[in-house]
């Protein structure tokens, strides 16, 4: 057993990277990056009004290519976050398909409650409601722009984005209502709305992930993908991405002759495999990291199989994650059944600043006393587990 929980003093100067948070939802919160302890925050993007202020925090905090180059950590305080841009599925539904509307730019009020009602469920008769859902936006145009985003960020990843059963769409302010709410807050959440009877077909959530899935893939980007009650179909979504691509394994015979042949021939194909560029697109993305992974155990070895082509990453937290009193529940098994270097934290976190640090801290703790690692080799651990999920080294 490691040294029980809380009891040292934080190894903060290792580096503390969170994987996955939302500073952007508290635009105030950003000006304490700077003096945060954590090192590094993993900045992700899910909507219509978060994704330019992504791109704007990263001009102001964001680590570039040259802090990265100039080697192990020496990057300066000032430059502590790396972007991510990308559509989350509670907003999905505000994705049409140009193709289905005769390339349209914008629908008219008919075509927007058609829409709405072809990606809600249950179908819904109530127009009022519908018509005050946002307008539309058009799925392709969203795409380019977010390939451009990538593009200006050469760090950036693809995030947030995923699948979820669970969640219902929010309904509209009440009259009145957006008067009162609190301007702190980044506008397009749910911020206590009361939530609508409807969810998101899978259909269209799956095609919204999908086709993100593969701009990631096309520039090469790690992905931070969420999932809630949807585990088989997020491993078969991502495992679509990567059809044809699946890494061959030799059967114990085809090892035995690869071994028996000359040296030439038995070069093995996951050798040659390694020596391709890095920048070489692909449909599905090199990294990805299972955010706030909440699946069993079991589902993890399905991530880590041979065949996989890609290095799955999981990432927990104590926002999201619930960890059982007596160490032995469901998260804990799963993480338990995630490999050393697979491991990632973040804290999820809506603003920047002190508490986002308290949590890093915690699920820090969390997790060495899981895993029986001693804190500062944990903390080094999941240093370097970051940087091989955000830079790619270590692969
Ligand atoms: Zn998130």
């Known amino acids: 057993m490691a040294e029980p929980e809380g009891t040292m003093e934080f190894p ?19 000006q304490s990056i700077p003096s945060m302890r954590a090192k590094v925050l993993t900045v992700m993007a899910t909507r219509a009004q978060d994704q330019e202020l992504v791109a704007k925090a990263a001009d102001e905090y964001g680590i570039t290519s040259d802090d990265v180059a100039d080697g192990e950590m020496s990057w300066r305080d000032s430059h502590k976050i790396v972007p991510a841009f990308g559509w989350h599925p509670w907003f999905s539904h505000q994705m049409f398909d140009e193709d289905e509307y005769d390339g349209a730019q914008s629908l008219t009020l008919d075509q927007k409650v058609a829409h709405y009602q072809s990606v809600l469920q249950p179908r819904s008769e109530d127009i009022d409601f519908l018509q005050s859902l946002p307008e539309p936006r058009r799925f392709r145009q969203f795409l380019d722009q977010t390939k451009s985003y990538l593009e200006r ?16 769409i929010p309904e509209a302010w009440l009259p009145g209502e957006v008067e009162s709410r609190n301007d702190a807050l980044t506008p397009g959440g749910r911020e206590g709305r009361k939530l609508s009877p409807y969810r998101v077909s899978m259909d269209h959530q799956k095609k919204v992930l999908l086709a993100q899935l593969r ?13 809630v009650q949807a585990h088989g179909i997020v491993y078969e979504t991502l495992a679509e991405s990567w059809k044809g691509y699946e890494r061959k394994v030799p059967s114990r015979r085809e ?51 041979a065949l996989v082509p890609c290095h799955v990453f999981f990432s927990f937290s104590t926002t999201i994650n619930s960890w059982a009193e007596d160490g032995n529940g ?15 934290i973040e804290s999820d976190l809506h603003t ?8 890093l801290e915690k699920i820090v703790r969390k997790i060495c006393a899981v895993k029986g690692w001693e804190l500062e080799d944990g903390v080094e651990r999941l240093a370097k587990n970051w940087k091989a999920f955000v830079f790619g080294t270590g692969d």
């Open 330 to 344: 469901k998260v804990e098994a799963a993480l338990r059944a995630v490999s050393d270097d697979s491991v990632l």
């Open 12 to 30: 903060w100067h290792h580096g503390v990277f969170d994987a996955h948070c939302h500073p952007t939802d508290t635009l105030s919160s950003l």
């Open 255 to 305: 090892r035995k002759r690869q071994e028996s042949a000359t040296k030439i021939n038995a070069e093995p194909e996951d050798a040659a495999k390694s020596e391709e560029p890095r920048s070489r697109s692909k449909p599905y993305p090199p990294r990805i990291c299972l955010h706030s992974y909440s699946g069993p155990a079991e589902n993890v070895k399905q991530y880590t199989a």
């Open 352 to 359: 920047a600043g002190e508490k986002m640090d308290q949590y």
């Open 215 to 227: 701009l990631a893939g096309e520039l090469q980007r790690a992905v931070s993908v969420h999932g």
């Open 153 to 168: 960020y050469p760090l950036a990843l693809v995030g947030e984005v995923g699948l979820d059963r669970s969640f219902r």
